[in-house]
């Protein structure tokens, strides 16, 4: 077998990790040819195929799935070798990679990654928005955003605020032309913009109002994948959407939405930031949880 190299093991990981060649190039700031061309290199050296390749996408096969099950955990550990060399220079460097839905992402970590980032100028920061709940560790992340009630046993989690509440809008046009729903209820005689999980299941509406819960089956002809675009239906009148306040909180003040139902308010948990507790952390990331402690 020739000699392998750890940059080709690293853009395989990376390849599969950013689901195909294109994505790992724009990444890593190289061309494609030459991700491809590392690729062939690497699956030469070994003497068998790792990726299966087609016009759309690009998939492990079962030898580069067992290869990147003992792959991520070494190439983490290589990494966060060489960050813990970061603490016997001056400023810390390295990067950090979290995964969160888009509303946290949006609202809560991306503000605190762009001060953080200031402080910290030698510390890349990555997010990804998924609305699907990962494995963190399995999919190459440091940390993760969740709700509270969401985290499993093992892992240390730290809260990003205080609790969340949804709000129910719509746009002044929808409004004129559908009335004002009285009560949760009202709103299975409008059209309200569903919105599905990755896995599937349809996103259930919950209202809780002196101590009397309901919980609705919205009904509407559009159906959604993210609070994006369920606000952007909302704004073009397609009926009435149910998104976090903080989502929201600009276009209610600027009167292009209007919250309804604002005295049937369900308290949620918090969003927090969680990592691995059985895990070593870089020094980059330490410096990140360090800065997200002072902020609360």
């Given at each position: 077998?020739?000699?392998?190299?750890?940059?080709?093991?690293e853009?395989?990981?990376?390849?599969?990790?950013?689901?195909?060649?294109?994505?790992a190039?724009?990444?890593?700031?190289?061309?494609?040819s030459?991700?491809?061309?590392?690729?062939?290199?690497?699956?030469?050296?070994?003497?068998?195929?790792?990726?299966n390749?087609?016009?759309?996408?690009v998939?492990p096969?079962?030898?580069?799935?067992?290869?990147?099950?003992?792959?991520?955990?070494a190439?983490?550990?290589?990494?966060t070798?060489i960050?813990?060399?970061?603490?016997?220079?001056?400023?810390?460097?390295g990067?950090?990679?979290i995964?969160?839905?888009?509303?946290?992402?949006d609202?809560v970590?991306?503000?605190?990654?762009?001060?953080?980032?200031?402080?910290?100028?030698?510390?890349n920061?990555?997010?990804?928005?998924?609305?699907?709940?990962?494995?963190?560790?399995?999919?190459?992340?440091?940390?993760?955003v969740?709700?509270?009630?969401?985290l499993?046993?093992?892992?240390i989690?730290?809260?990003?605020?205080p609790?969340?509440?949804?709000?129910?809008?719509?746009?002044?046009?929808?409004?004129?032309?559908?009335?004002?729903?009285?009560?949760?209820?009202?709103?299975?005689?409008?059209?309200c913009?569903?919105?599905?999980?990755?896995?599937?299941?349809?996103?259930?509406?919950?209202?809780?109002?002196?101590?009397?819960?309901?919980?609705?089956?919205?009904?509407?002809?559009?159906?959604l994948?993210?609070?994006?675009?369920?606000?952007?239906?909302a704004l073009?009148?397609?009926?009435v959407?149910?998104?976090?306040?903080?989502?929201v909180?600009?276009?209610?003040?600027?009167?292009r939405?209007?919250?309804?139902?604002?005295?049937?308010?369900?308290?949620?948990?918090?969003?927090?930031?969680?990592y691995?507790?059985?895990r070593?952390?870089?020094?980059?990331?330490?410096?990140?949880?360090?800065?997200i402690r002072?902020?609360r």
């Open positions: 077998m020739r000699p392998l190299r750890l940059d080709s093991l853009i395989f990981e990376d390849v599969v990790r950013r689901g195909g060649f294109r994505a190039a724009l990444g890593r700031g190289v061309s494609s030459a991700i491809s061309q590392s690729i062939s290199v690497l699956e030469e050296a070994l003497g068998i195929r790792l990726l390749r087609t016009t759309r996408s998939a096969t079962e030898a580069g799935e067992q290869l990147l099950e003992r792959l991520r955990p190439l983490h550990d290589i990494r070798a960050d813990d060399l970061n603490q016997l220079r001056e400023r810390p460097s990067t950090v990679r995964n969160a839905p888009g509303p946290a992402a609202h970590l991306c503000p605190l990654a762009f001060e953080f980032m200031k402080i910290y100028p030698d510390v920061v990555e997010i990804v928005s998924d609305a699907a709940i990962i494995d963190i560790v399995e999919q190459g992340f440091d940390a993760g969740r709700f509270g009630n969401q499993a046993q093992d892992m989690a730290m809260p990003l605020g609790p969340l509440r949804y709000a129910i809008v719509a746009s002044p046009e929808y409004l004129r032309k559908r009335g004002r729903p009285d009560s949760p209820r009202d709103l299975l005689q409008h059209d913009i569903r919105r599905r999980f990755p896995g599937g299941t349809m996103v259930t509406w919950k209202f809780e109002r002196d101590g009397d819960e309901v919980e609705i089956t919205p009904k509407g002809r559009l159906t994948s993210s609070a994006h675009q369920e606000l952007q239906a073009a009148g397609s009926g959407a149910h998104l976090f306040e903080d989502y909180r600009d276009d209610v003040e600027q009167g939405v209007i919250e309804l139902l604002s005295d049937w308010k369900k308290k949620l948990p918090s969003w927090y930031l969680y691995p507790s059985r070593h952390t870089s020094a980059a990331m330490r410096v990140f949880l360090e800065y002072n902020q």
